[in-house]
């Protein structure tokens, strides 16, 4: 038993029951923690709601762990989506059984009268959205005296959803006396802004995956842009996942993908901000059922999500930045499983893809796009692996001889072959330009110029004039490595011809360009 043993009674009795043995290193950080506020950064998956769970038993419950405190709430938590909301309201409902703390949740688009009756009869906790929040406290219906402490959960996605004005509402109205704790799954220098305004002596808890963990494997794959659906019905067809999750930049994308993917067989839903709350309801519970596999989503629609058992989450867009591309990525790979995101990426944005990879200091892998022989072979395998159950009863045992007996092994053996092909889509074949694509990632033609760190070279502009002096445009210029006296860049193989022809007519006079007889030796790339 590690750490749960500190824990009062009445949740250790809970956790027991719901399987848990062991605390991860974030609940275990918050148990030894100074009762102070806390800025908290933990990778996604880790744990951290029931970590806040464990932070608000010190201020909700008595020593014997059960809640004797008035009918005012006594914490307050604030996150960022409805869908959000629901789930941590569901996690701290289970959580806090069995210590008489109930709970209340204000969110957007729920019925407001109903919020009001339900803080009328008191309550310890209150989990919500920030506009309903201080929507509430404006009218008077959520009081604040009692509050000792508040929490932010998922503080990052409040802010890139713009919520900073209703947040600093409502904590200017809190009581002075108040413990202060964030959330977030990365602290950027938005949320150490909000920490520095908000909290004070704030101790920091950084969770780091452990040292060679890898939970979540991160590949991209060139693709052509009109090919970028076919690239993602390839990789729902070669991994077969039993969950998965696919981003897009629009809700257009979304209604448009979902309807391809459901038309191939698929199942498939959608989330996005056209949908009403009862319509994500629907299909968050279509996923967590296993009645659909494959969930399409805007960042908006997915904030907080929590997919129990998700096994890949392919961006079908590429994410707007590093923290977006985390929090897409961390839908997979959580509570100790194994996870795989997929960057689809069209050839102009492979350096951009790079580039996000890079900052949030991650391993790309490269792959083709998965062609249509290579998922029939995938799936082959795993027929072959397959093993159907023994018959159990007497009459699934008479089924099973009297079918032997009537058609042979090998036509049964053909029918179950027919039944496994039937229940999958057919995978697409790719129109090609993707491969070339990807070929000229290592299959570039390598050149160097005369002008390197000793002339105060900067790529921001030897790429301008690379472009000009060759006639090429930015999407044919690879890598770039600006070295002492030297710059050395990769021209795609497409577009090198041209540019060595056009680069020499410049004569002397000029930046002098010379074709490498061989690619440079690896060494970090910059720009």
Same mark, same amino acid.
């Given at each position: ?15 027991? +029951? ?9 609940? /275990? ?12 950064? #933990? &990778? /996604?998956?880790?744990g !951290? /709601?029931? +970590?806040l ?11 014997d762990g ?54 009328a ?7 919500? /959205? ?5 929507? %509430? ?6 009081p604040?005296?009692?509050?000792a402490t508040v ?50 002596g ?12 890898a ?14 659906? !076919?690239a ?6 070669? %991994?077969?996942p ?22 191939r ?16 309801? +629907?299909?968050? +519970?279509?996923m967590?059922?296993?009645?659909? !596999? ?14 129990p ?5 392919? %961006? ?13 990525s ?7 499983? !194994?996870?795989? #995101? ?25 792959h ?18 397959h093993? #159907? ?18 058609h ?43 002008l390197g ?17 060759g006639?090429?445009s ?25 540019f ?5 007519r %410049? ?11 061989? &690619? ?5 790339e910059?720009?």
């Amino acid at each position: 038993m590690t750490g749960i043993d500190r824990v009062p009674a009445t949740l250790t009795r809970t956790l027991f +029951a719901r399987g848990f043995t062991t605390l991860t290193p974030v609940q /275990t950080a918050i148990l030894d923690a100074p009762e102070a506020d806390l800025l908290v950064s #933990a &990778r /996604t998956g880790s744990g !951290k /709601t029931l +970590a806040l769970g464990l932070a608000l038993a010190r201020e909700v419950l008595d020593a014997d762990g059960l809640y004797a405190s008035g009918p005012e709430p006594r914490a307050l938590i604030l996150v960022p989506t409805r869908e959000l909301a629901a789930q941590v309201r569901n996690e701290l409902a289970w959580l806090f059984a069995g210590t008489g703390a109930r709970i209340a949740s204000c969110v957007g688009g729920a019925d407001v009268a109903a919020e009001r009756a339900a803080l009328a009869r008191g309550c310890a906790l209150v989990v919500g /959205t920030p506009g309903r929040v201080a929507d %509430h406290i404006r009218r008077g219906a959520l009081p604040t005296d009692a509050l000792a402490t508040v929490a932010l959960d998922e503080a990052d996605d409040m802010l890139d959803l713009g919520f900073r004005e209703e947040l600093e509402a409502i904590l200017t109205t809190l009581p002075s006396e108040r413990r202060t704790l964030m959330f977030s799954a990365t602290i950027t220098p938005r949320i150490e802004a909000l920490a520095a305004r908000f909290q004070t002596g704030a101790a920091r808890i950084d969770i780091a995956a452990p040292e060679g963990e890898a939970s979540i494997a991160f590949q991209g794959m060139l693709v052509a842009p009109d090919d970028r659906d !076919k690239a993602v019905i390839n990789l729902l067809c070669l %991994h077969e996942p039993e969950s998965a999750l696919v981003f897009c930049g629009r809700r257009e994308s979304v209604a448009l993908l979902t309807g391809d993917l459901s038309a191939r067989g698929f199942r498939v839903v959608a989330l996005s901000g056209d949908l009403g709350q009862s319509d994500r309801d +629907a299909a968050l +519970a279509a996923m967590r059922s296993g009645r659909a !596999k494959v969930c399409v989503a805007t960042d908006v629609a997915a904030r907080g999500l929590d997919l129990p058992g998700l096994d890949l989450v392919i %961006h079908a867009d590429l994410p707007a930045n590093r923290e977006i591309l985390l929090h897409r990525s961390g839908r997979t790979g959580r509570a100790g499983r !194994k996870g795989l #995101a997929v960057l689809v990426v069209p050839p102009a944005s492979q350096r951009r893809a790079e580039t996000l990879i890079a900052r949030a200091g991650l391993a790309l892998e490269w792959h083709p796009v998965p062609r249509r022989e290579e998922i029939e072979a995938g799936r082959r395998v795993r027929m072959l692996d397959h093993v #159907a159950p023994a018959a159990e009863t007497e009459q699934d045992r008479e089924a099973v001889s009297a079918l032997l007996s009537t058609h042979g092994p090998e036509q049964v053996a053909a029918a179950f072959v027919q039944l496994w092909r039937a229940g999958r889509p057919a995978p697409e074949d790719l129109a090609g330009r993707a491969a070339a694509g990807a070929r000229s990632r290592t299959g570039g033609v390598w050149f160097s110029v005369n002008l390197g760190h000793g002339g105060q070279a900067e790529v921001r502009w030897i790429l301008p004039l690379l472009c000009r002096l060759g006639r090429v445009s930015r999407r044919d210029i690879g890598r770039v490595r600006v070295r002492d006296g030297q710059t050395q860049f990769e021209v795609r193989g497409g577009a090198a011809r041209g540019f060595a022809n056009a680069a020499a007519r %410049h004569g002397d006079g000029g930046p002098r360009i010379e074709r490498l007889g061989a &690619r440079p030796g690896d060494a970090p790339e910059e720009g």
